[in-house]
């Protein structure tokens, strides 16, 4: 199996090198006129092409979908960080991020539409074959253009690898319904076309038809055509090939799935539909590390607005249920929703933090978390809210730079359960039956008491709130919050200051070097704003509309 991955793994960075050659270094504005390699030279047999989709498939956001949590109120990033500054709402329309996002998704494109307009030119060495590559570069080709759809709205539709010079670089927008409709019909095509089965061997990672219709299924979701995701999501299900990760253990199986025990290698994992892969020596990062850094400040704090959202294992939110306490910080994390404990980091944990908040002669095991470090002594994780993730931790990683080799999870099926939910509830046909095959799943993974109309109904509870809710914990630092709050138009969660835990729990916290809000809790962050409709949408970058003054700006910006 080792062999495989390497074989599989081995291609990256050597095609990524020549694809660029191919396709051309920059974006579509900003790119050297004459290719290196001709097209005529390259495009020749199935094995080019497979190599150039491996390239492309190469660019695709890995750590960096994780990074995009920043965004959002669920997590905290202690310093300057760029998408930290776009989801607080204080940003200027040179921020780099801005125009690199624009710059790498557009780069992507044009490296699909080279393929595209050429594979047809290769000899197959197998019957078929061109056309599964070509399908699979649809949808990453679709996945770039969900990215560009959500940060600007209206963007050029380009479907060609355009040359200095044409016109068509310098139009105005596509309308945005217009770009969904050919995203959503083109991933029909890749869909068509691709196999149901889970890839395997040296295919294992690689793009299969679940991928193609989960891709649909969450695009026609934040674009507001719930017949269309109800539609592609249950044709997902209806494949037969996925299911829920578990081990037996409700109190692990969430948490294990983003281990390296829940690699897509490992063959147990058959709920991941799309990811980017990993492996030691040969594709790494640093994500275990920089949650639980142990000299510095965790880079991905949770934050109280996160760590509230949790039920109580009633099924009742923490307001009006009996069972929840919050006399002491330990008390917070009993009597919850499980997946709170499989996410968040909980006094007796095993962490990779060293030394905590306790004093340091009275720890004699800095394996083991007991209480946050809100001092930065380079011995220990130092957290900015009091709270500190254990998702997406591997502890025996967190001690070694850049050393990380847990898959990166894009799409998982938990993710097309909760679409085909929210798809049924918004066209208002949502059913017992529908949350039973789907939300349900998801709590009965972790031992969770169902969510049931009737009980929901007996105690006022928001039907709307609750599927948003259990979105939120399901995929807590797996970089949707930021995209789901602005689809359902609750921007205003993202102007609240960012808060921690409360300040009485935690002498320290009195000393007058910690900002605590007027309701107890520590504030890690409290100058943000959002701008109705402005927010909503990001600003053309500048670069961009010097290049082109045809784009126009979006509102307020």
Not at 128 to 153: D, K, P, Q, T
Not at 464 to 486: K, M, N, S, T
Request: some cysteine; hydrophobic content about 40%; glycine content about 8%.
């Amino acid at each position: 199996m080792k062999m495989l991955m390497i074989k599989q793994y081995g291609f990256y960075m050597a095609i990524l090198l020549l694809f660029i050659h191919i396709a051309g270094c920059k974006d579509y504005l900003d790119r050297d006129p004459i290719d290196a390699i001709p097209n005529e030279q390259y495009w020749q047999n199935t094995e080019q092409l497979e190599m150039a989709m491996t390239a492309i498939f190469s660019r695709v956001k890995a750590k960096n979908t994780v990074d995009m949590e920043n965004m959002g109120e669920n997590t905290m990033w202690p310093s300057t960080h760029e998408y930290k500054d776009i989801g607080s709402g204080v940003f200027p329309i040179t921020q780099p991020t801005v125009n690199n996002e624009w710059r790498n998704m557009y780069r992507d494109i044009r490296e699909a539409n080279t393929f595209l307009i050429n594979y047809q030119n290769a000899e197959e060495t197998t019957p078929g074959a061109n056309e599964l590559l070509a399908a699979e570069v649809r949808v990453l080709r679709a996945l770039a253009y969900s990215f560009v759809i959500s940060f600007w709205g209206d963007v050029p539709l380009i479907l060609e690898p355009l040359e200095l010079g044409d016109e068509a670089l310098y139009g105005e927008r596509t309308p945005r319904a217009e770009v969904v409709d050919f995203v959503l019909a083109d991933l029909d095509t890749a869909a068509a076309v691709l196999a149901p089965e889970i890839p395997t061997g040296d295919r294992l990672g690689r793009i299969n038809k679940g991928a193609a219709l989960a891709l649909k299924a969450r695009i026609a979701l934040a674009e507001g055509r719930y017949e269309v995701a109800e539609e592609a999501a249950k044709a997902v299900m209806d494949l037969g090939v996925y299911r829920l990760y578990s081990n037996g253990d409700p109190e692990t199986s969430y948490w294990e799935l983003f281990t390296n025990t829940g690699k897509l290698a490992n063959g147990r994992n058959q709920e991941t539909i799309l990811a980017r892969l990993h492996l030691i020596d040969i594709i790494m990062h640093n994500l275990s590390r920089e949650i639980q850094v142990p000299d510095q400040s965790a880079r991905f704090v949770p934050t109280r607005a996160l760590v509230d959202s949790y039920l109580c294992s009633d099924g009742l939110p923490i307001d009006r249920s009996p069972l929840y306490r919050d006399s002491t910080y330990e008390s917070v994390f009993q009597n919850r929703d499980p997946r709170m404990t499989q996410t968040v980091l909980v006094p007796g944990d095993a962490w990779g933090g060293r030394y905590d908040g306790r004093p340091i002669d009275e720890n004699d095991d800095p394996d083991i978390f007991m209480r946050p470090k809100f001092n930065q002594d380079g011995r220990g994780c130092m957290t900015t809210t009091g709270y500190y993730y254990k998702k997406y931790v591997t502890p025996s990683a967190v001690g070694l730079v850049g050393r990380d080799d847990n898959d990166i999870h894009l799409i998982r099926y938990a993710e097309v359960l909760l679409t085909y939910a929210e798809a049924r509830f918004e066209q208002g046909k949502l059913t017992q039956e529908d949350l039973d095959m789907s939300i349900n799943l998801l709590r009965d993974r972790v031992g969770m008491v169902h969510m049931d109309l009737g009980f929901l109904a007996a105690n006022g509870m928001d039907i709307r709130e609750e599927i948003h809710r259990e979105r939120r914990i399901e995929l807590a630092l797996e970089g949707q919050r930021y995209f789901d709050v602005r689809r359902w138009k609750e921007g205003e969660r993202l102007a609240n200051p960012i808060e921690g835990v409360k300040a009485e729990w935690f002498p320290e916290l009195a000393s007058g070097s910690f900002r605590i809000g007027p309701d107890g809790y520590l504030q890690a962050q409290w100058n943000r704003r959002f701008d109705d409709p402005k927010n909503y949408l990001w600003p053309v970058p500048q670069p961009q509309l010097e290049r082109n003054p045809n784009l126009g700006q979006n509102p307020g910006w």
